[in-house]
């Protein structure tokens, strides 16, 4: 069964500091991976996407990794502020056109304290 | 540019009332259209997806209906809503071909 796990469920840093969230999937095969930064009471909207090739790919201070021989991704954020409060969320997709190949995380919901 | 779009933003029905979502996509021809849930909390489902007008594809059983009467027009419909219909509810689209999925801003239903 494909499944992606995300941890923590939650996390709660102050503002400046650094952090990093796990994504850990067994999706099959395997096409890309990608985190989603969701405000509250808002639509996901995509942070990075990433390859089988690929191990790391930046979008400003947002830096996300990919070891696809562990199935393991991981998202780092770098000097955190108060606007990036918010769920992030795993999203895994395997070789296919339609959304029923889409496993998506738990997401982790992120809270930057000033 | 492609722009996606959904209304309301809040809705608030009562049980047993009808439900009608619409999501509709500019700047892009014959996209890929999908309706998720989100429970409070909780990940995101997905409830139906279509790959054209007049197809839709259901990926779980419930209370709920969709329907794509124009290529870029996508509805998510209840005749009668449960109480656990209540959640967010996304539209989302991406090109045919690709499963990049782009979501619009959401409708938060509450059935009271």
């Known amino acids: 069964k494909n499944q992606v796990e995300q941890s923590p469920q939650s996390l709660i840093i102050l503002e400046g500091k650094n952090c990093t969230l796990q994504?850990?999937?067994?999706?099959?095969?395997?096409?890309?991976l990608r985190w989603y930064k969701q405000d509250t009471g808002r639509g996901p909207v995509s942070l990075t996407i990433?390859?089988?090739?690929?191990n790391t790919k930046s979008n400003g201070r947002y830096t996300a990794t990919l070891d696809a021989d562990t199935k393991q991704s991981s998202l780092h954020i770098t000097a955190s502020q108060l606007s990036d409060s918010a769920s992030y969320i795993c999203?895994?997709?395997?070789?296919?056109?339609?959304?029923?190949?889409?496993?998506f995380g738990g997401g982790t919901r992120l809270m930057v304290k000033p | 540019s492609q722009t996606i779009h959904q209304w309301p933003a809040t809705l608030v029905q009562p049980v047993g009332s009808p439900l009608s979502l619409e999501c509709t996509v500019e700047?892009?021809?014959?996209?890929?259209l999908y309706w998720y849930r989100q429970a409070a909390g909780r990940g995101l489902q997905l409830l139906f997806y279509?790959?054209?007008?007049?197809?839709i594809s259901s990926e779980v059983p419930q209370n709920l209906s969709a329907s794509r009467p124009q290529d870029r027009q996508f509805i998510l419909s209840s005749k009668k809503l449960l109480l656990s219909d209540s959640g967010f509810y996304l539209c989302a689209w991406s090109v045919q071909g690709k499963n990049i999925q782009y979501f619009g801003a959401g409708t938060r239903l509450s059935v009271l």
């Open positions: 999203v895994v997709s395997g070789n296919n056109n339609a959304g029923n190949m889409l496993t």
């Open positions: 994504c850990n999937y067994t999706v099959s095969p395997f096409s890309n």
């Open positions: 990433m390859t089988f090739s690929e």
């Open positions: 279509s790959v054209g007008i007049g197809q």
């Open positions: 700047g892009t021809s014959n996209p890929n």
